[in-house]
């Protein structure tokens, strides 16, 4: 059954994308059955026509996390910290400005700040930072917070997160990132961070985003103890709201990217009816079956990010002969996923090149929008490098 399933993927073609779309329960049933080579020589493929050419994106950005302080407790969540807690911290505008200049030294073009859901912070301490940020550093793009960060200033100011967004893109803010998606699926949602609001907040602020044409990717992390119909669902709602915003003739997502969760020094893996971190979580082949899924199933989502912070660089390296086109970010420094327990948080950028190039792939930078870039190359000269992280 999924081999005539594959078989018929194959005479997909980008003039009609919708046209041979995969039902949930298609998906599902390749999800459970398909062997990973079958899969990942199908999304292959599927990649070569979506986004044709030998060459792989990256990005050279850093991420700024801002606060840690937050109110929403995600079961998973090792970076965040309690209010009044000891470790609570909020960064100076100086402090984020370093950060911005580091980042310009090494040629890099865009900032992903983001941080918890913090109380304490007037709507007017997220304006001026913008402002600020926007007239000391005007050649970076700043796509900052998510959706629940969005909601939190909703909730503080009583203005809708419309009109939230909205403040905010006349400050300075290019784009909402996806970050806090975890599972669109309510019951998974519910059981890991009940807090966070159902799938349909989140679809609603990105949807809003979105009418205000400001550059949204959308994001997935699993391994919760979900199974394979859940994560296609996940993949089903993305590919709807990307199907409305296309409609719409407004900005759609630009990528989807997604990993499992991070639970090395989290006590989340320990938890819920008996299961253990070794259950939770997922490995490297699971990983790779859920970029290849992706890959098929988003047929109006173009790119997908292999996540080399999380999975390492080799297992990214095989998502690019899976159904991934781009590498994502030099990143530079990353305290959320780090926080439970990844230790590379950063890449140069001639690391990443280099894994690219061994994929048998060329590599080009690019912008927030995967708008391409002159990208240079070891003749050239030193590549961008990561700096060290400002205490």
Same mark, same amino acid.
């Given at each position: 059954?999924?081999?005539?399933?594959?078989?018929?993927?194959?005479?997909?073609?980008?003039?009609?994308?919708?046209?041979?779309?995969?039902?949930?329960?298609?998906?599902?049933?390749?999800?459970?059955?398909?062997?990973?080579?079958?899969?990942?020589?199908?999304?292959?493929?599927?990649?070569?026509?979506?986004?044709?050419?030998?060459?792989?994106?990256?990005?050279?950005?850093?991420?700024?996390?801002?606060?840690?302080?937050?109110?929403?407790?995600?079961?998973?969540?090792?970076?965040?910290?309690?209010?009044?807690?000891?470790?609570?911290?909020?960064?100076?505008?100086?402090?984020?400005?370093?950060?911005?200049?580091?980042?310009?030294?090494?040629?890099?073009?865009?900032?992903?700040?983001?941080?918890?859901?913090?109380?304490?912070?007037?709507?007017?301490?997220?304006?001026?930072?913008?402002?600020?940020?926007?007239?000391?550093?005007?050649?970076?793009?700043?796509?900052?917070?998510?959706?629940?960060?969005?909601?939190?200033?909703?909730?503080?100011?009583?203005?809708?997160?419309?009109?939230?967004?909205?403040?905010?893109?006349?400050?300075?803010?290019?784009?909402?990132?996806?970050?806090?998606?975890?599972?669109?699926?309510?019951?998974?949602?519910?059981?890991?961070?009940?807090?966070?609001?159902?799938?349909?907040?989140?679809?609603?602020?990105?949807?809003?985003?979105?009418?205000?044409?400001?550059?949204?990717?959308?994001? #997935?992390?699993?391994?919760? @103890?979900? =199974? !394979?119909? +859940?994560?296609?669902? &996940?993949?089903?709602?993305? %590919?709807? *709201?990307? $199907?409305?915003?296309?409609?719409?003739?407004?900005?759609?997502?630009?990528?989807?990217?997604?990993?499992?969760?991070?639970?090395?020094?989290?006590?989340?893996?320990?938890?819920?009816?008996?299961? #253990?971190?070794?259950?939770? @979580?997922? =490995? !490297?082949? +699971?990983?790779?079956? &859920?970029?290849?899924?992706? %890959?098929? *199933?988003? $047929?109006?989502?173009?790119?997908?990010?292999?996540?080399?912070?999380?999975?390492?660089?080799?297992?990214?390296?095989?998502?690019?002969?899976?159904?991934?086109?781009?590498?994502?970010?030099?990143?530079?420094?990353?305290?959320?996923?780090?926080?439970?327990?990844?230790?590379?948080?950063?890449?140069?950028?001639?690391?990443?090149?280099?894994?690219?190039?061994?994929?048998?792939?060329?590599?080009?930078?690019?912008?927030?929008?995967?708008?391409?870039?002159?990208?240079?190359?070891?003749?050239?000269?030193?590549?961008?490098?990561?700096?060290?992280?400002?205490?």
């Amino acid at each position: 059954m999924w081999a005539s399933i594959l078989e018929r993927q194959a005479a997909w073609t980008a003039d009609d994308p919708t046209a041979l779309r995969l039902s949930a329960e298609e998906a599902t049933l390749l999800y459970e059955t398909a062997p990973l080579h079958a899969l990942m020589s199908a999304a292959l493929m599927r990649r070569k026509k979506q986004v044709p050419g030998a060459e792989v994106t990256y990005l050279i950005d850093r991420n700024v996390n801002y606060t840690n302080a937050c109110t929403i407790n995600c079961q998973f969540c090792s970076f965040y910290r309690p209010m009044g807690h000891d470790e609570v911290y909020t960064q100076t505008i100086d402090e984020i400005s370093n950060r911005f200049s580091e980042l310009e030294s090494i040629g890099g073009v865009r900032v992903l700040m983001q941080g918890g859901v913090n109380p304490d912070l007037p709507f007017s301490w997220y304006t001026d930072v913008l402002r600020e940020l926007r007239e000391r550093h005007p050649s970076i793009d700043l796509d900052c917070f998510s959706p629940i960060e969005i909601q939190g200033m909703s909730d503080i100011t009583g203005m809708s997160t419309l009109d939230v967004l909205r403040e905010l893109k006349e400050a300075g803010m290019h784009g909402l990132p996806g970050g806090g998606a975890e599972m669109l699926v309510e019951g998974v949602r519910r059981d890991v961070s009940p807090k966070k609001g159902g799938p349909e907040q989140w679809i609603r602020i990105m949807r809003e985003a979105q009418h205000l044409n400001l550059v949204t990717s959308a994001t #997935n992390v699993f391994g919760f @103890g979900e =199974g !394979p119909a +859940e994560r296609v669902e &996940h993949l089903v709602r993305v %590919r709807g *709201m990307q $199907d409305e915003a296309l409609a719409r003739g407004e900005l759609p997502f630009t990528s989807f990217i997604a990993w499992p969760v991070q639970l090395e020094t989290n006590s989340f893996g320990r938890r819920n009816r008996g299961q #253990n971190r070794v259950e939770l @979580g997922a =490995g !490297p082949s +699971e990983y790779l079956r &859920h970029v290849a899924i992706a %890959r098929l *199933m988003l $047929d109006v989502v173009d790119h997908i990010q292999a996540s080399w912070p999380t999975m390492g660089v080799d297992v990214a390296q095989m998502a690019l002969l899976g159904g991934a086109d781009d590498i994502g970010s030099t990143m530079m420094e990353e305290n959320v996923v780090s926080a439970s327990g990844t230790s590379k948080i950063s890449a140069s950028e001639i690391e990443l090149q280099r894994l690219i190039a061994r994929a048998g792939l060329k590599p080009r930078r690019r912008n927030s929008r995967y708008e391409l870039l002159e990208t240079p190359t070891e003749e050239d000269g030193p590549l961008a490098s990561p700096v060290p992280a400002l205490a």
